[in-house]
Structures are given as C-alpha cells and as structure tokens.
C-alpha cells in the first residue's frame, strides 16, 4: 500500500511502457516503482468457482427433514403454522444470510430476506 504525496489518496499499481508505476486516482501523480520504495511488491488474485453441485442446496428426503428445526411460521400457500428452515449465506459475507422454510404440511418451499 501507498499512499499519494500530494492528495493523500491511495495509490493504484499500473504498468506504463513496460514499467511498474504508482498512480493516484485522484489527483494523476505517477512514481516509478524501484527497489528503495517497495521491497516486497506482489498481487494476489484469486477467482473462486463453484460447480453446479456446489450451488444447489436440496432438502428433499424425509431423512434430511426431520434433522432440520421447526419454527411457528405461516405458509404462503396452504396457511399451516409450521415449517423446517435453514440459513444460508446467499449473497456477499456483509449482508444478511437468506432463511428458507418448507412448510410441514405441504412441502411448499420459500424464502426470506432482511
């Protein structure tokens, strides 16, 4: 990390003709990158993929049902006042999981958001 002389705004890495220069975004101040002022200058860039598998979350087998909690909640469809749910992070780590419920009488699923 580096931070801009001028503005105080921090500084990008770019490569201009072939060199490693810092650049602010804010104001255009450019500094070459030499030894003296980054000893140990590295990116990482990692890309995470997920299978089809991975994305699916299934509940279908009565087995995998009757180790989920229940909860008073009233179904969209039928109007029973009971449902299993789960939790499941489905957006970025800063917001809210999504809670999704099946209901216990006619397996109607559904979700929840905060």
């Given amino acids: 990390m580096k931070f801009c002389p001028r503005c105080g705004s921090l500084m990008v890495l770019r490569t201009v003709d072939g060199k490693r220069v810092w650049v602010c975004p804010s104001c255009g101040y450019q500094e070459e990158v030499d030894g003296n002022n980054s000893p140990a200058l590295s990116v990482l860039r990692q890309q995470i993929r997920h299978s089809e598998k991975e994305r699916i ?48 009488s006619c397996g109607y699923v559904w979700r929840e958001y905060d």
């Fill in 57 to 104: 979350v299934v509940v279908s087998s009565q087995q995998n049902l009757e180790s989920l909690p229940k909860t008073r909640v009233t179904c969209p469809r039928c109007g029973y006042h009971e449902a299993y749910y789960w939790v499941v992070q489905t957006r970025r780590a800063d917001e809210p999981p999504t809670r999704f419920f099946k209901c216990v």
